[in-house]
């Protein structure tokens, strides 16, 4: 969107600059560039629009469609698939499984996303302040960590918080003097979900930290300055001069880790696999993923994922159209 | 005017040949012309032993040449999600193996190809026959036989002689060794039982005169709570919770690596786990080759003596509806029951999928022992829905809570109430 602006910002400006020619051939010119001008940057967007609708649009259209019907195990493999209305609807929203699992993914996604910005927030003011050698070392320990596939990731911290061979149990067991040997660290519901924010706060972090890092170095020195020569302790500095500037940067973040953490998956699902109860740990997304691939339910799982989609649609909804309104203000 | 419309036409029809181009370029060749093809086969685990593998594909390729085969190894884990996924797509593989308990899944889902047309040509009525009930749908053969395994109980001669215990023989006596050695030995498990281990707890149930479910004019019950399952599952949480030290929430994937550490007494594990305990200590997953002579081995014994009935736990082998070569693919699955085939299956510990071939199994204690627990193995129920059951991860969650010394009978309950509504929904 933003190039295809600019190139018809170009045009114009391209426009006006040939002002000096004479008046006939310049409407003669003028008038063919306005009209290449309307149509190019369409037709240069048509590509990947075409290409959009077909990756993410048709099988939206499927999930929405496939939410209505009655589709199992036998449908994949070509049966045909009834319509049911909205059965797949009312027996979900009816299940107080699914509510549960909505408010434990909301409620880790809230622990997650103020996680990850406090700890990315703060890693990304220590770049700032560090020399080089600190900044290349903070760096290159972010990307390493930013670049480890989830599901790698997961595995070995699993394996960190095995309960037989685990070098947490290990140390904890060194450190407290506590007995720690056979310590399930999955099994408790909750401390699951520890270990889960752990994992997944470790993979976002990097992406915080940068960003938000990034951001600072655009904030005036001389403003910066001024607040201290005015009084302004470190933390005054931050929330008086440095947020406001990063304010439209935080919002993106925000909702970009809200979204990610809504919709966690791969942690949650190799952690279950190494141990914990399933019912008392699964998320959205890995709810979806039991009842639609893992118990054959695929309407019943289109029907939690629409929603999960709506859910997801409305909170971007609000961030952005805040942010919106925060820009023309 | 013309000219321009048709120019910027022909930008955007160009820019968008430039990103197919680009899309078309990753993928890769074509498709191979003629009667040649690369094959790809799915065997889960490390079952199928290393030799079978070399066989089949050299066997394969030798007989069609230009033409390649490709196994895939897949983990049990999740099989049932992963083959939904795959079969149903373009890109499926050709051959591909499946769990005995999670065929009719696929059998009744149309899945599978029809091979009933050469039933009688891999072995006809010399195939196991309650493999054959697992893999036909509608009076059809979907997916062949492929191997047995039955559950052995092994154990370490010294810990055992040491505690002053013999070998046991009822499942009363069995867990109370197992409870006498976890004391005598602290640290160690006199009987290996992790959390999520269903397979070895419904032995417990049977012996004890319970069933997993029933089937009575095609509606399902679950009786995990019936008084005779739940008096087997109370054993089961004895040996979970005072018998075994493994983990009450872990899987029982890679045993042998407790047991070779020298914390498990009593192991039981399918037939070819043996070779996983005496693997080289230099290959990629080392065993201990030197506790061979302290190792023993005997079938789970049942509750007024003999063998147990154990978890006929196996596979079936199957050719995709949707593989592109079903020719090639039916020969490869040809070769995989072919009696040379088999019988490497059976030299390493695996239940040949014909029963002509039980004596390639050997003569030694492992091979006694497999005959006793095969001959009273039962299997899961009957219903195409019950790898559902096992997919939603229910059990599993089920036998942690036992683990875990949580109310047996209000864990029961709950969980029929669970695998009745997928059963008959």
Known sequence: MTSSVLLVREHESGGVQELPLGPRQKKNRGGSRARAGRFTPLMLLVPACLILIAVIGWPLVQLFVMSFQEFGRAQVFGAPAPFIGVDNYTRVLGDPQFWAVLGRSLLFCLANVITAMVLGTLVALLMNRVNRFFKALVSVGLLLAWAMPALTATIVWGWMFDTQYGVVNYLMEAVSGQDFSNHSWLIDPFSFFVVATIIVTWGAVPFVAFTIYAGLTQVPEEVLEAAQLDGAGGFQRFRLVVFPYLRSIFVVVIILQVIWDLRVFTQIFALQGIGGIKEQTSTLGVYIYQTSIGGGNYGTGGAIAVIMVILMVAISIFYVRRSLKEEEQ | ?425
């Open chain 2, 1 to 425: 005017m013309r000219r321009k419309a048709l120019a910027v036409t022909a930008l955007g029809i160009v820019s968008a040949l430039a990103l197919a181009g680009c899309a078309g370029g990753s993928s890769g060749g074509g498709s191979a012309a003629g009667e040649t093809a690369d094959l790809r086969v799915w065997l889960n685990g490390t079952d199928t032993p290393d030799a079978a593998r070399e066989y089949l594909k050299t066997t394969f390729e030798k007989d069609h040449p230009g033409s390649t085969l490709t196994i895939e190894e897949q983990a049990w884990t999740g099989l049932v999600d992963k083959l939904t996924t795959n079969l149903s797509g373009s890109d499926s593989p050709d051959v591909v193996e499946v769990g005995n308990t999670q065929a009719a899944a696929f059998t009744s889902a149309g899945a599978f190809a029809d091979l009933s047309g050469i039933q009688e040509e891999i072995g006809g009525d010399d195939l196991l026959p309650g493999f054959v009930e697992a893999g036909s749908y509608d009076g059809k053969l979907f997916a062949a036989p492929y191997y047995s395994g039955a559950r052995l109980v092994f154990y370490k001669k010294d810990l055992l002689a040491n505690a002053g215990l013999t070998v046991p023989t009822t499942l009363d006596q069995y867990v109370s060794n197992g409870v006498a050695l976890a004391k005598a030995n602290a640290g160690v498990s006199g009987i290996y039982f992790p959390g999520q281990d269903w397979y070895n707890a419904l032995p417990y149930i049977w012996e004890n005169g319970g069933e997993i479910a029933t089937e009575e004019g095609g509606t399902w019950t679950s009786s995990f709570s019936s008084p005779e399952s739940i008096a087997g599952l109370k054993q089961v949480q004895e040996v979970m919770t005072q018998a075994s030290s493994a983990a009450k929430d872990g899987n029982e994937t890679d045993p042998q690596v407790p047991f070779c550490e020298g914390v498990v007494a009593n192991l039981s594990a399918p037939s070819w786990v043996k070779s996983s305990i005496l693997a080289p200590a230099d290959s990629a997953a080392p065993g201990c080759p030197d506790q061979e002579a302290n190792l023993g081995v005997y079938a789970l014994p049942g509750k007024d003596g003999g063998a147990a009935h154990v978890f006929a736990g196996g596979s079936n082998i199957a050719v995709s509806a949707n593989s592109a070569h079903p020719e090639l693919a039916t020969d490869a699955l040809k070769i995989m029951l072919s009696d040379e085939y088999q019988t490497i299956l059976g030299e390493n510990g695996l239940v040949p999928a014909k029963i002509s071939l039980a004596s390639t199994l050997g003569t030694d204690e492992v091979a006694k022992a497999i005959g006793e627990a095969a001959a009273n193995a039962k299997l899961t129920p009957a219903s195409p829905r019950w790898a559902d059951v096992e997919a939603s991860g229910a059990l599993q969650d089920f036998f942690v809570g036992i683990a875990q010394g949580g109310d047996v009978q209000q864990l029961a309950t709950a969980l029929d109430q669970k695998i009745d509504g997928i059963l008959n929904s």
